[in-house]
């Protein structure tokens, strides 16, 4: 008996009907996709290359540039400065899924992607494990830069884990933001530049580079509440480096709890923005 062609062919209709419902399928879409993304930079090595240089940029300028001009009672500032540095690059390293995402729909990938029977989040899943990746290795390189140049852990080894993996959920839960963000436009210019506006801000109005007490009050009301300044006290604490003269300066909950904060925001991001980043995918994929 002939089979008839269509029989063979996967639905148009987008990947929510044709999606396979079961949990072991859905890792394995998500595992997919997650390898795509890994090819793509193992065949685009300057993404990676650029995302390394960086950190060691801001490691080697903060540290030798302005250590002699910035006074951090009784603190080293290349102690103080290292958290910022790791909190600021994997926040901006959380971008490239806004612009990824946004690049894929301009170039007809997401079209392609319609017409597979997969999870409609597994290229979601696979494009934000990405940034976990790039994340996790500029983390790497940052440590390593950090000890060279002088910087010290001060706490447990437990404790010292617990600050790269606080860094490193924080800029995946952000990941979905920007995933969101990136299907909302349509040019990755369009994302960049919103990112960069929304993101620039946040990371150098905070306490990541100087302590927030010596900005002026306005600014340090905004600093005290930022979510990056949480991040960036959050590590501080879990590396030890926080300044013995500096605890207790800030009476803002935020400050006082910044490890409960940073976890409550990574929740908070992950509850509203996966839902709504699946979603939003789901639409633009059938239409």
């Known amino acids: ?7 063979h062919r996967p639905s148009l ?15 394995s879409d998500g595992w997919v996709a997650t390898k795509r993304n890994m090819i793509k930079i193992k065949r685009v090595p300057d993404i990676l290359v650029f995302t390394t240089l960086q950190p060691i940029m801001f490691v080697l300028l903060f540290s030798y540039v302005y250590a002699g001009v910035i006074d951090i009672p009784g603190s080293d500032y290349k102690e103080f ?31 392609r992607f319609r017409t597979l029977p997969m999870s409609p989040s597994a290229v979601l899943i696979g494009r934000t494990n990405g940034d976990l990746f790039i994340n ?19 706490s447990s080894l437990l404790e010292a884990l617990a600050g790269v993996a606080l860094l490193l959920f924080f800029a995946y839960a952000l990941s979905w933001v920007l995933a969101f963000l990136g299907m909302c436009v349509r040019s990755p210019e369009v ?16 306490n990541a580079f100087v302590p927030a007490e010596s900005l002026p009050t306005p600014l340090r009301i905004f600093a005290e509440y930022n979510p990056v300044s949480a991040l960036v006290q959050s590590a501080r604490e879990l590396f030890g480096n926080v300044p013995p003269e500096a605890r207790g300066v800030s009476d803002a909950w ?14 908070v991001m ?9 979603r939003k995918f789901s639409r633009i994929s059938t239409r």
């Open 1 to 7: 008996m002939t089979v008839p062609a269509t029989a």
């Open 13 to 27: 209709d987008g990947p929510a009907s044709a999606a396979p419902s079961s949990l072991s399928t859905w890792f």
């Open 81 to 111: 400065i290292m958290a910022g540095i790791f909190a600021q690059t994997v926040v901006f390293g959380s971008t490239y899924s806004g612009s990824a995402m946004a690049q894929d729909l301009k170039d007809g990938i997401i079209d």
């Open 136 to 154: 996790t290795v500029s983390m790497v390189v940052m440590i390593g830069t950090g000890l060279v140049v002088g910087w010290r852990v001060r």
């Open 191 to 206: 994302i960049n530049n919103v990112s960069f506006l929304v993101l620039f801000p946040l990371t150098f109005i905070s």
């Open 254 to 267: 935020t400050i006082q709890n910044p490890i409960l904060t940073v976890l409550i925001g990574i929740v």
């Open 270 to 278: 992950l509850v509203i923005f996966v839902p709504l980043s699946i």
